[in-house]
């Protein structure tokens, strides 16, 4: 028996906001009248890592184009008035620019100034604070041990992750896409092109173009159209306390690499392994309490006194989907299989930096080629080539 099947224009695979970006930019675009389908496998959306994310958004990159994705995120959680004129109401993500503070070991002092650098010849708000300076902002804080740090004074901070989500699919479905829900399970290939993605329970989606968006699963579904994507699922924990006093903080990212914000009326905190820790890909979304005990409470502790006595409230697990190749995000189009676009490898950057890569991968469907934000940077050709775009500032 033959299954059924529909065709789109372009089918996107995973609803998360991404995904929903992307549709919500094509929709949106008034050169654009083809069909839109987003295939997402979870509509609850209870394991996406948007949801269990630490909803963060800055500008201290140390590559440029990450740096401009931010930038256009910071004006639409600004204004979103002026992104989402369908919704009624005006669509609110509680952002609070509470900013971001890198600090950083004597060894780590010239990577901070070199990134600085960089990050002030786009206009970026940030300063650079001495350890007396530090101390005098933030009394706080243990600056024993730190050359110095950097300060985003306004674009950075936290938001509610699932109301930029939600905004996207609301006014994506406003604009006439279509959300399906199903696991694809495979991918009808033809002449160096994509023909259909198949559906676990035997639906056929043709397309003109695939965008794969799945997050943690973007390697294995590129593995379907015979393309190795260097793209990993690895679990992130989020540590959520409490504490007797309370510090004005901003998100701040310790020497250790350990990081913590004000998370009202507690405090969030995390650690991502650094190359040579154990870091094993895996879908598997179980908290390890020892991760807490051994790294994330010692360097808080350490880093701000008043946390050396606080109460664990709880915690959760998300997925980073890690570019293994150099923790930048690979955008854009397959240089063989050219009508499958990739949006994945974010490496924790995925939220801050879907608005970007959905304008962007939407012009490149319509119009041919990117109209705002190059980024072609962060091309698949640049895996092909052996010649990785290395992230500095990674969280």
Known sequence: MRASSQRADVVIVGGGVVGSAVAYFLARDPDFWGSVVVVERDPTYATASTTLS??????????????QMSQFAIQILKHPEMWFPL????????????????????????????????????????????????????????TSDIAGGSLGTSGEGWFDASALMVAFQQSAKASGVTY??????????FGGRVDAVMLADGRL??????????GARAGALAKFAGVDLPVVPRKRMVFSFSAKAEIDSPLVIDSSGVYFRPDAPNYISGYSPKEGEPDPDTLDLTVDMAMWEDKVWPAIAHRVPD?????????????????TV???????????????????????????Q???????????????????????????????????????NVV
């Open 54 to 67: 630490a909803a963060s958004v800055r500008q201290q990159f140390s590559t440029p184009v990450n740096i």
């Open 87 to 142: 919704l009624d109401p005006v669509p609110e993500f509680d952002f609070v620019e509470g900013g971001y503070l890198f600090l950083a070991s004597p060894a780590g002092g010239p990577t901070l100034w070199a990134n600085h650098t960089i990050q002030r010849s786009l206009n970026v708000p940030v300063v650079i604070l001495s350890p007396d300076e530090l101390a005098y902002r933030f009394p706080w804080l243990n």
């Open 180 to 189: 399906v829900t199903g696991e694809v399970t495979g991918i009808l290939s």
């Open 205 to 214: 989606i043709e397309c003109g173009t695939l965008v794969n968006a799945a």
């Open 307 to 323: 946390f050396e006595a606080v109460k664990m409230r709880r915690a959760w697990a998300g997925h980073y989907e890690v570019n």
């Open 326 to 352: 150099d923790h930048n995000a690979i955008i854009g189009p397959h240089p063989e299989v050219t009508n499958l676009l990739f949006a994945n490898g974010y490496s924790g950057h995925g939220l801050q």
């Open 354 to 392: 879907a608005p970007a890569t959905g304008r962007g991968l939407a012009e490149l469907i319509i119009h041919g080629g990117y109209r705002t934000i190059d980024l072609s940077p962060l091309g698949y050709e640049r895996i092909a080539r052996a010649q990785p775009l290395r992230e500095l």
